[in-house]
């Protein structure tokens, strides 16, 4: 079965880190793009950031620029997503999802994660 | 940035058809893709490159895409249709990956 499980979510003040993770199962992970895409309570989906099969090529949101990294290990079938100086606006549902194709352009999302929720409040 | 639109509620009787837009600057020469929303569930991939649809959604899910508006049509509405929609597509000035604000549906 394809499954993408998200972990890593909770509680943090603002200006804190947080630090979170995907394992993917069922597919030949390093053939795929990944994503982060999130959601803040009552409001839509919004795409954070994206790498692609190899870690090579990685774009962001430019409200998390130089605060967000995402990163990947293709032996252990999982992607990251490190959050730095956290602010309130960054609370949401996180979802990991995965990419039809190689790239991290143009593509859909073709399988996603139930997400994991990061708060961020003193 | 490349900014979409969507109509924030659309509501439908059953069995009726639901028609829900996603306006663009020339978004015609973009690839559309679309997801179904519910509370509690991870999204769901309906439709893809404007009018594909991924193996397992049913027919009644199809899309269009021209000049500057594309089209999620949704054929014989059902209550478990009742869900939000997004539209996507990838912004090739910005590299980004831009959602539409989505759209409510309610079944009658």
């Known amino acids: 079965e394809v499954q993408l499980v998200e972990s890593g979510g909770g509680l943090e003040q603002p200006g804190r880190s947080l630090r979170l993770s995907c394992a993917a199962s069922?597919?030949?992970?390093?053939?795929?793009?990944m994503h982060w895409v999130r959601q803040a309570p009552g409001k839509g989906l919004e795409w954070v950031s994206g790498?692609?099969?190899?870690?090579?090529?990685?774009a962001y949101v430019d409200s998390v620029k130089g605060r967000f990294t995402i990163s990947r290990d293709n032996a252990k079938n999982s992607v990251y997503l490190e959050m730095r100086s956290l602010r309130a606006e960054d609370t949401a549902l996180y979802y990991c999802?995965?990419?039809?194709?190689?790239?991290?352009?143009?593509?859909?999302?073709?399988?996603w994660g139930q997400g994991t929720w990061v708060t961020v409040s003193s | 940035s490349y900014v979409l639109t969507q109509p924030p509620s659309v509501s439908v009787a059953p069995g009726q058809t639901a028609r829900i837009s996603c306006g663009g600057k020339n978004i015609g020469s973009k690839s559309v893709h679309w997801y179904q929303g519910k509370p509690g569930q991870a999204p769901v991939l309906l439709v893809h490159d404007d009018s594909d649809r991924p193996s397992g959604i049913p027919e009644r899910f199809s899309g269009s895409n021209s000049g500057n508006t594309a089209t999620l049509t949704i054929s014989r509405v059902e209550a478990g249709d009742e869900a939000d929609y997004y539209c996507q597509v990838w912004d090739t000035s910005d590299d980004h990956h831009v959602f539409g604000p989505g759209t409510q549906v309610t079944v009658l």
């Open positions: 069922g597919f030949t992970f390093g053939d795929y793009a």
């Open positions: 790498i692609n099969w190899s870690g090579q090529t990685i």
């Open positions: 999802a995965k990419d039809r194709g190689f790239t991290v352009t143009n593509d859909p999302f073709d399988i």
